[in-house]
Structures are given as C-alpha cells and as structure tokens.
C-alpha cells in the first residue's frame, strides 16, 4: 500500500516528529532549490622556509576567501612542512583550495618527499549544501556554525615525474546541531 503525502499525512508526521523529540520537516516533498552555481576562490600564502641539514623546513602562513552564490568565506591558517623540495614544501591549502593534484615547476629532480601540519580558521558567511533553503517553504535546513576550524596531517612522496599525496583532516561542526567529522584527501601531483 503506498499512501500519498496528503495534509492528513503531513499533520501526523509533524505530530510524530513533536512527540519523539525530532526536528520537524514542514515541507514534506519540497526539496532543495538548484545547487548548481560558481566558485570563485583564491589564496595568498607566504613562503618563508630555510634548509637544516639537507632538509627544506618552512612555516606557510595563509589567507583565502571563496565565494559565489554556493559558499563564500574568509579564512586564516598556516601549515608547518618539511621536504627536500623548497616549491614542494610550498604547494598547501584547506577546504575547497585543498592540494586536489597539480602540475608545477620543481627546484629538485627524482626522489621527493614532504611531511606536513596545519590548521585553518574559516569564518563562514555562506555554505549552500548545509543551509539551503527550500523551494516551497523556503526555510534553511540547518543553522550554520559561523567559525569552522580544519586541521590537517600528511605526508607527499613521489619521484619524477610524479607523487602522491596522502593527508588526514578534521573540521569541526559546520552547522549548530552537527559533530566534527575527519576525512581523508589524497592528491596525484604531476612535476616537471
């Protein structure tokens, strides 16, 4: 038997959601409005980094801003790195302008390697996926945290003309009534 989403339905399913204590979905078949859109992002990093013992040790302090009608955020952050190659050590981010595989300029030839830390606070103005409002009612489905913070450790190996990378994240809660959650970002970087 299927039974359509009727006012009755509707009035018990609300009910239902009150007595156990569950958020209530007011549009029953409403759904999302169009999540296609654009992007635009950018991040300014600085590179100071020195050799120690044959090693490339550098400190990457960062700020990035995306927008668009999907997200749209300022964040600050820095990533501590070392390698054997000073370009390589270089080449970090978080979030949407996270290492996604490259292709660049290398200061080292054949056998590369880098092993990282960082951490981003992003101050969170829009997040479409997490809070879009709905075509019929047009509510929001969740009330977004306004500070995010993402933390990453991992590592970069390769030899020439390619490495991969491996890295470790975890953000902390993105809307008011969520967890943290950790993920894992691997990259395949082409060198020449």
Do not use: C
């Not at 509707?10 to 009910?15: D, E, N, V």
């Not at 992007?39 to 550098?58: E, F």
């Not at 969170?124 to 996926?129: E, G, I, K």
Request: proline share 3%; hydrophobic share 40%.
């Amino acid at each position: 038997m299927l039974l359509a989403p009727t006012q009755a339905v509707r009035k018990y399913k609300i009910k239902a959601h009150e007595i156990i204590g569950a958020e209530k979905y007011h549009a029953w078949d409403d759904q999302i409005e169009n999540r296609y859109g654009y992007t635009v992002k950018g991040m300014l990093s600085m590179t100071p980094s020195m050799d120690i013992l044959g090693a490339n040790v550098g400190l990457y302090p960062e700020v990035s801003a995306v927008t668009g009608n999907l997200f749209q955020y300022v964040a600050y952050g820095a990533t501590i790195a070392i390698g054997n190659d000073k370009t390589f050590n270089s080449d970090n981010g978080f979030g949407l302008l996270a290492p996604r595989g490259l292709m660049h300029m290398s200061d080292t030839s054949g056998f590369k390697y880098k092993i990282f830390a960082g951490m981003e606070r992003r101050d969170v103005n829009r997040n479409y996926t997490l809070e879009g409002k709905t075509i019929q009612t047009k509510q929001t489905t969740v009330s977004l945290n306004k500070t995010v913070d993402e933390y990453q450790v991992g590592a970069t190996i390769g030899y020439a003309p390619v490495a991969f990378t491996l890295a470790f994240n975890k953000v902390t809660s993105e809307f008011k009534t969520g967890d943290d959650y950790s993920f894992i970002n691997g990259a395949i970087t082409f060198f020449f």
